[in-house]
């Protein structure tokens, strides 16, 4: 194998031709047979290979700077990197991150998971650089997808005037997570179908010097382009097309699918796996429905369909009534508050980790104006993902945001009378953490007035009161069974609201409870609980609060940190009774 001779970037240095073309086959073999063990990113990492070899033939890394956009297509980079065990030995394939990091490599600057921000990040270094005098090759690898990002807009912006090493090159493979939006892409197309020579040119148009490279896996030919713009001295743009998935026929044929697989993607394809009701499938027939009786109903996404079930078919129903955005998130909260502003009935779907991109947003366009739109968060949750993309911090951030009213349902008939609520009656904004749980019914309809919070006491006791939120509340379920087994009679309480306190409620527990116990599924810092606790306090009501703690965990087994945070049955029965021995001194 010629991968056998390569463990350092230097060592590309003396291959040929022939045997970087055979290098690349095998950078791709040791990527599809890992990514389709372990699951992750496919059809990024296999469209960048040639480029990744010419890049790190072309310059000299680590000295010259790669700045990865999001990083999932950087799994060519790492094998080339120091990094190929991890990617050739099965016991190994968990080792690496799926994205770059630092604590990894010095060919790593930057820990990221997020999109459209290499440019941004690439301005900053080469400043630096620029500022103490050092002389080096800035380059930041952008795809045309996270193009649309608004930060990405705004990088370029800057770089376009920053007078010195700068190279951004744009990896265009007509291609986000799935199709791309926004009149940027028609110039994208322009330019690819006139080999780079339109004069309609955006690149141009902010002050790039420019270069299109048409054959972007031909590794020969990209290593004659690199070669015109290393060490330039000004802003330049180096736009290659690409084939997003190359070398994996299913992937090429099917962009979106393969974008980002479960483990046995391969075989898996194209099979109808029969699954059990779940609250992706309920949102998208609750959306259905809807859309069809009110034309004014309309989804608004910021390019991850994936995320939430909305395939092709979901999308091709909605026709106009389904709107991306591309990815940009910024925009989606702002567009979303405006089409409810106007009277029509929006609800934005997001990741619960792409939410945090919104601040200013959610609070400015959205909350300050009252607009009665509809938000989803998806994914909420403590998590054993990379630290790029944790869903642990939604429920802090939002709730404590003026005018917004956000619910955790805990069952089907909850679910569902929170979206009645959100999208026909409400007039303030309302968010809803769909849950990160199998779909419970309990066949009852719920008739909850979501616009007064007012929590739902299940059972009610004396001395020990447990409220378990949103996707903790079957936790809260067993700690009670526990708790009565002990010949305890506690009291349990589903909340449904995270960013309003029921004082009624909390008022009749303060009276005759010792111990309350609040479960949440996320950051405690700014969180449910520590909002109970700060009322219940001053009665002298001992509060334990139950959650994740204010860090970024990398991709840490889920029962490790319930272990951690004490987020276990017994666990927390072991807490309640010392801390009943406590208070009965």
């Known amino acids: ?43 990024p990492n296999l469209g960048i290979v040639e480029a ?46 799926g994205y770059t990091a630092p604590e990894e490599s010095e060919y790593d600057l930057f820990k990221v998971g997020h999109t459209s921000t290499s440019v941004s990040l690439a301005v900053g270094v080469a400043k630096a650089r620029d500022l103490k005098n050092e002389n080096y090759n800035v380059i930041a690898l952008i795809g045309d997808g996270s193009l649309s990002g608004g930060e990405a807009l705004e990088g370029l912006d800057y770089a376009a005037s920053l007078g010195s090493n700068i190279i951004i090159i744009v990896n265009d493979n007509d291609m986000s997570i799935a199709e791309n939006y926004g009149g940027l892409y028609g110039n994208l197309k322009e330019l690819r179908e006139h080999k780079g020579k339109s004069e309609n040119n955006f690149f141009k148009a902010l002050g790039f010097e420019y270069f ?7 590794v020969e030919k990209l290593i004659e382009g690199f070669k015109k713009v290393k060490d330039t001295n000004k802003p330049t743009i180096v736009h290659i097309k690409t084939q997003k998935g190359k070398g994996l026929k299913l992937a090429e044929e099917n962009r979106e699918y393969f974008h980002w ?66 990815i940009a998130e910024e925009h989606a909260i702002a567009m979303t508050s405006a ?62 945001i003026p005018n917004i009213n956000y619910l955790a349902p805990t069952n089907k008939e909850e679910y569902l009378a929170m979206l009645d609520y959100a999208t026909k009656k409400s007039t303030t904004p309302t968010v809803i953490r769909v849950p990160a749980i199998s779909l419970e019914k309990t066949g009852m309809t719920d008739k909850t007035d979501y616009s007064k919070a007012k929590y739902n006491v ?6 020990i009161a447990i409220l378990g939120l949103g996707n903790f509340y079957k936790l809260g379920v ?50 449910f609980g520590q909002k109970v606790a700060g009322y219940l306090a001053k009665f002298g009501v001992k509060v334990l609060n139950y ?24 666990l927390i029965i072991e807490d309640v009774i010392n801390s009943m021995n406590l208070v009965n001194v």
């Open 212 to 218: 299109y490279i048409d054959e972007g896996n031909d």
């Open 458 to 463: 299940v059972f009610e006791g004396k001395d």
């Open 52 to 97: 990744t070899i010419a890049m790190h033939y072309v310059f000299n890394t680590p000295k010259d700077k790669i700045i990865f956009d999001v990083s999932h297509q950087s799994y060519p980079h790492k094998i080339l990197t120091g990094r190929k065990e991890g990617f050739i030995n099965p016991e190994m394939y968990f080792k690496y991150t």
């Open 339 to 400: 089409l409810a502003k106007n009277g029509a009935r929006p609800i934005f779907a997001v990741m619960s980790s792409f939410i945090q991109r919104t601040y200013d947003q959610l609070s400015q366009d959205l909350a300050l104006n009252n607009s009665p739109a509809t938000i989803l968060v998806y994914w909420g949750g403590i998590s054993n993902a990379d630290a790029t993309h944790l869903c642990s911090f939604d429920m802090s951030l939002i709730s404590n």
């Open 547 to 570: 959650g994740a703690l204010k860090e970024f965990t990398d991709r840490i087994p889920l029962d490790e940190l319930y272990t951690k945070y004490r987020l276990k049955k017994e």
């Open 261 to 326: 697989i479960l483990p046995n993607g391969i075989e898996d394809f194209g099979k109808n796996v029969s699954m059990p009701e779940n609250y992706t499938d309920l949102t998208k027939e609750y959306i259905l429905n809807e859309a069809k009786n009110d034309p004014s109903f309309v989804v608004v996404n910021a390019a991850t369909p994936g995320v939430f079930g909305f395939d092709k078919e979901f999308r091709n129903k909605l026709k106009g009534q389904y709107v991306d955005v591309g």
């Open 478 to 527: 067993e700690v009670y069974n526990e708790l009565k087994n002990k010949g305890l009679n506690p009291t349990l309480i589903n909340p449904k609201f995270i960013s309003k306190l029921d004082f009624e409620t909390l008022d009749k527990i303060k009276d005759n409870h010792k111990i309350v116990i609040t479960l949440e599924d996320g950051i405690l810092d700014g969180g």
């Open 1 to 43: 194998m010629v991968l056998d001779k390569i463990n350092f970037p230097s060592d590309l240095k003396a291959l040929n031709f022939d045997e970087m073309k055979t290098l690349a086959s095998e950078i791709r073999e040791l990527i599809i047979k890992k990514v389709d063990t372990t699951g992750g990113h496919m059809g």
